[in-house]
């Protein structure tokens, strides 16, 4: 029987039942880590367990590809990894450093979200070469998806502090 004590993931000391769509920061303990500093931003563009309930995989992977490519464009360095939540409810920003506040990000994301809304704009690296998937894509709902999170933003409807799990 394995008995080895289970680490803590932050993520899963949030309560779900409470988070809505926001844009939430975990700095990382500059004491244990190998890195010199990072902060992981939680952009949730879907409440969890909601009506919605998920962005499909094809969006997933459409909006990993724009958000990967346009926030390494403009951040460029600073950006150590773009990538989707398995619950697919948003995606996970981790940049070097811990100066910026999750409404900085949200700013970030207004503008990431324009550029992937603005008209002629073609998903980055659709293509056999640069992609193991790269049929796997839906980019007419992806535009739904960060038009929906772009409203959101712009109506200063979002969440900036994780609702933790009441220990009581």
């Known amino acids: 029987m394995y008995t080895k004590e289970k680490a803590t993931v932050n993520s899963f000391t949030v309560d779900h ?7 939430y920061a975990k700095a990382s303990p500059t004491d244990s880590s190998k890195l010199e500093t990072y902060t992981t931003y939680d952009i949730r563009m879907i409440r969890p367990n909601s009506p919605e309930r998920m962005l ?12 990967a490519t346009e ?21 996970y920003v981790v940049l070097a450093g811990t100066a910026r506040t999750p409404q900085q990000v949200a700013e970030l994301m207004q503008e ?12 980055p ?6 992609c193991g998937n790269y049929t796997f894509m839906d980019f007419p709902a992806s ?15 979002l969440e900036f ?8």
Do not use: W
């Open 125 to 130: 690296f659709q293509n056999p070469i640069s």
């Open 143 to 157: 535009k739904e998806a960060a038009a929906n999170f772009l409203n959101l933003i712009k109506a200063g409807e």
């Open 71 to 91: 926030i390494r464009t403009i951040l460029g360095d600073e950006v150590i990894y773009v990538g989707p939540m398995g619950c697919c409810t948003g995606f």
């Open 56 to 67: 499909s995989p094809e969006v997933m992977h459409t909006l990993e590809h724009c958000f």
């Open 161 to 168: 502090e994780y609702p933790y799990i009441d220990e009581n």
């Open 17 to 23: 039942t409470k988070l809505k769509q926001g844009i």
């Open 112 to 123: 990431v979200l324009e550029i992937v809304l603005e008209e002629g704009y073609e998903v």
